[in-house]
């Protein structure tokens, strides 16, 4: 099956009592059992749930992994993967990521005694140099956020292969239609589905996705001890969001293309991070790993002015003002004091998180009325 298809129909069969072609939402916590044991599979929903498992079928099958595990929200699912852990053990990390996912490893972790090494990956390389005894993971995020470095997958998954190391990937921002970490080496594939899989800004989600069959069993352990599950209505909006997840990030890479280069010739812009650019410092890996190049596009105003840069988010009226991404509609965000502010100044403007800096989520919205919008906000 190929990846449209399977968007559609990857993992799913249709409703064994009447035939439903959406899975139906079990709204159930259990399952009646004719004698002890005797059940169809299911006992308790926070181990099994069929409509999570519907999900759970689809996540798999469209980032060709073996097991889908879905969570209550991405914090969750990353959560799940940092308890194959134990204290002593040292995990490589991107150090331009996701505000929230460096809280939960410096927040929370550190003091649980599992130590977190920053490391700038734009040369994958560099990252062998941080490998100790110690090391058991490397966490990925690509395109980073906000900044969108491009990382080289395929690198750091010789890496970890050479040196036994587990490896995941954060594939929130570009999705299974852009890339797909697991055939380029990865062992879990995670993602806020809050974003672009859910697709319509109307549900928190987490979910992984793994080839090996002991690795799932590990996570699934987790899921069910630990018990940050999704419930049978998010399961439903996310299965049902992923089967247009194609149509709609081909429009979200037509129109980041468009904002892209609106933004890059316009004079009060001093800066456009987009993969897609060929000024990109690694738009070649972007254009080997990844199908496009997304609708995910940040910028920096001319004479790197916190004010300005607040004006200009303020005075949008298509884009909305808002933290997430990945929704059908254009979101803006200032990530010094939204998404980002949870990281200390310093080390956010280290990764190029500067004051002025703005971050786009371009929508699926006409592509007149989203330059139009920029126009007169930058004007
Ligand atoms: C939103 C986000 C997360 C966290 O997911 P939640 O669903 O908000 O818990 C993790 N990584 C990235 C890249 C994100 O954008």
């Given amino acids: 099956m190929k990846f449209n298809t399977k968007t559609i129909h990857g993992g799913q069969e ?23 044991g005797g059940h169809k599979g299911y006992e308790y929903s926070r181990t099994h749930n069929p409509t999570r498992t519907a999900l759970e079928n689809a996540l798999a099958s469209i980032e060709n992994g073996e097991y889908g595990l879905a969570f209550g929200s991405g914090l969750a699912a990353i959560d799940a993967v940092l308890k194959l852990l134990k204290p002593g053990d040292e ?20 003091d649980f005694g ?24 490397i966490w990925v995020e690509t395109p980073t956020n906000p900044m969108m470095n491009i990382i080289d997958l395929e690198k750091i998954a010789a890496i970890a292969k050479k040196h036994r190391l587990l490896f995941a990937v954060d594939n929130t921002f570009a999705t299974p239609y852009l890339q797909q970490p697991l055939d380029l080496g990865a062992d879990i594939v995670m993602h806020s589905a809050t974003k672009y899989l859910g697709g319509h800004s109307d549900v928190v989600m987490g979910a992984l996705v793994v080839k090996a069959k002991e690795l799932a069993e590990k996570l699934r352990f987790i899921q069910n001890a630990s018990g940050a599950i999704c419930g049978p209505m998010d399961s439903f909006l996310v299965l049902r969001g992923i089967k247009t997840l194609h149509v709609r990030m081909q429009r ?24 897609g650019l060929e000024n990109h410092p690694n738009h070649d890996i972007a254009k ?15 004479g790197n002015d916190f004010e300005k840069a607040i004006r200009v988010v303020e005075r949008l009226k298509v884009f909305t003002l808002a933290e997430s991404l990945g929704g059908v509609e254009s979101l803006a965000g200032h990530p010094a004091s939204m998404t980002h502010a949870s990281i200390p100044k310093e080390e956010r403007e280290r990764s190029g998180v500067v004051d002025s800096l703005i971050r786009l989520s371009v929508g699926i919205e006409d592509k007149e009325d989203l330059l139009e919008d920029l126009r007169q906000a930058l004007d």
Wanted: net charge neutral; charged share 20%.
């Fill in 91 to 110: 995990v490589i990390v991107t150090n331009d990521l996701y505000g929230g996912t460096y809280r939960l490893f410096t927040g929370i972790y550190e």
């Fill in 252 to 275: 979200h890479c037509e129109n980041g293309r468009e904002v892209a280069l609106f933004l890059a010739d316009h004079p009060l812009v001093e800066k456009v991070y987009w993969p």
């Fill in 14 to 36: 249709y409703d064994k009592a009447y035939g439903a072609v959406m899975p139906p939402i079990y709204q159930t916590s259990t399952y009646a059992q004719t004698t002890p």
């Fill in 288 to 302: 080997r790993q990844m199908r496009d190049f997304g609708g995910m596009v940040s910028f920096v105003t001319r």
């Fill in 114 to 137: 599992i130590k977190f090494r920053f490391v700038e990956m734009n040369d994958a390389g560099n990252t062998e140099n941080y490998i100790s005894p110690a090391t058991r993971l």
